[in-house]
């Protein structure tokens, strides 16, 4: 307050002393939404074989066995062998087999699948009533570097003259993928048989002779 001779000037801030304090809202009033609780989380949805749980897909992908795969058969093996179609008896006999990784789309208990096949073991039947279980198929004499009749791992020796057909059987472990990128292994083999290759075989003599068939075309062995 001030008081200039000729007029009194009061300030002071403006008050209520008294006035009652606002009252909570009540139980019907409308709450803020920035004052609402949370709602709870719904339950995960539960759904069936092919339906969803929350916010992800649950994909029941069924068992698959090598009777399932009857219709998916793998490509012929290869055969074929050194010296090409006959050998000598007591000397090695190169045979060589091919077989590759198969991938074969089609349909599988109603998916749309890709099946795959991969060469495990195989297995030659030498015609003489031998057979030989191998890792892989073998490779050629001058693939390996060697010379000819030397032994390979796929290699078989005749002891005996006369025409022998070989066969190999190749062993293939199968995968299924459903589209989802993930390959599922198929419990078992399925196989695959080459068709014969013919092998005769031979039997090398040798004698010593004085001159060579140049130098005597009548010669023995000439």
Same mark, same amino acid.
């Given at each position: 307050m001030s008081n200039s001779g000729s007029a009194v000037d009061i300030t002071a801030d403006a008050s209520n002393p008294g006035a009652d304090a606002p009252s909570p809202p009540s139980s019907n009033s409308p709450v803020p939404p920035s004052q609402q609780a949370p709602a709870p989380e719904a339950e995960p949805e539960e759904c069936g074989p092919m339906g969803c749980r929350g916010n992800y897909t649950v994909v029941m992908?069924?068992?698959?066995?090598?009777?399932?795969? $009857? &219709?998916?058969?793998?490509?012929?093996?290869?055969?074929?062998?050194?010296?090409?179609?006959?050998?000598?008896?007591?000397?090695?006999?190169?045979?060589?087999?091919?077989? &590759?990784?198969q991938s074969i789309p089609g349909t599988l208990l109603d998916w749309d699948v890709t099946v795959r096949f991969t060469p495990v073991a195989f297995e030659f039947a030498h015609g003489d009533g031998t057979s030989a279980v191998h890792g892989n198929g073998g490779a050629t004499w001058e693939q390996l570097g060697k010379a000819q009749f030397t032994p390979?791992?796929?290699?078989?020796?005749?002891?005996?003259?006369?025409?022998?057909?070989?066969?190999?059987?190749?062993?293939?472990? $199968? &995968?299924?993928?459903?589209?989802?990128?993930s390959w599922r292994p198929v419990p078992g083999y399925v196989t695959a048989t080459s068709g014969g290759y013919a092998v005769r075989v031979l039997e090398a003599r040798t004698a010593l002779v004085d001159r060579t068939c140049t130098e005597d075309p009548n010669g023995p062995g000439c």
């Open positions: 992908i069924p068992d698959v066995t090598l009777a399932d795969l $009857a &219709s998916f058969r793998p490509a012929t093996p290869s055969l074929s062998g050194q010296p090409a179609g006959f050998a000598v008896v007591g000397m090695p006999a190169n045979l060589v087999a091919e077989a &590759s990784v390979t791992p796929t290699s078989h020796v005749y002891r005996d003259r006369g025409t022998y057909t070989v066969a190999v059987t190749v062993r293939y472990a $199968a &995968s299924v993928d459903f589209g989802t990128g």
